[in-house]
């Protein structure tokens, strides 16, 4: 079992910049695979970025070139640097922790955090 925290959401202008943080504990968190994701009013919630147990990174084609998403396993946290933000941007951000299993998989999300990009 993993408990996520996340942190650093907030408001911001247009062009500004922020870092999302995820803090994990529980168990196992080197076993993990770890992703962002985001949900904005009345829309589906959308893949954002995921990082490997391994350091291996992709990212939704909406974010490559101005969002990084890290992980230190030292500290059990997870991060979403954001660059260059744009109102688009304006969601729920949800960390993720998945790890695949014989029967499956097991998935634990945070409880949210806002990004407000304003225009």
């Known amino acids: 079992q993993v408990q996520l925290v996340e942190s650093g959401g907030g408001l911001v202008q247009p062009g500004g910049s922020l870092r999302l943080s995820c803090a994990a504990s529980g168990s196992s968190f080197n076993d993990y695979a770890m992703g962002w994701y985001r949900q904005a009013p009345g829309k589906q919630r959308e893949l954002v970025a995921t990082i490997t147990s391994g350091g291996s990174t992709n990212y939704a084609d909406s974010v490559k070139g101005r969002f990084t998403i890290s992980r230190d396993n030292a500290k059990n946290t997870v991060y979403l640097q954001m660059n260059n933000l744009k109102p688009e941007d304006t969601a729920v951000y949800y960390c993720?922790?998945?790890?695949?299993?014989?029967?499956?998989?097991?998935?634990?999300w945070g409880q949210g955090t806002q990004v407000t990009v304003s225009s």
């Open positions: 993720n922790a998945r790890r695949r299993i014989l029967q499956g998989r097991l998935d634990y």
